[in-house]
């Protein structure tokens, strides 16, 4: 599943470019994803690291631990 994607986060700071995607990608309906995007479903996909790089804002990338 070769690719040239580039995504970033709402505000523009963290940037990031893939060249290929693993071949499980899904989607979550839970709730707890639900209430996070605000939509129906999360889409989920699985990139090795070799495959991606951070163009800019690595530093601002912060874990957040929900409560489930």
Known sequence: MSSDYRG???CGAVT??????ETDIGHCH????QR???AAFSTFGEV???NLEWLSG???????Q???
Not at 16 to 21: A, G, R, S
């Open 58 to 64: 690595y530093e601002q990338l912060k874990e957040f």
């Open 16 to 21: 990031y470019h893939i060249t290929q995607f």
């Open 8 to 10: 970033r986060c709402l």
């Open 66 to 68: 929900a409560e489930t």
């Open 48 to 50: 090795k690291l070799e």
């Open 36 to 38: 996070f995007h605000g």
């Open 30 to 33: 839970c709730t707890m994803c």
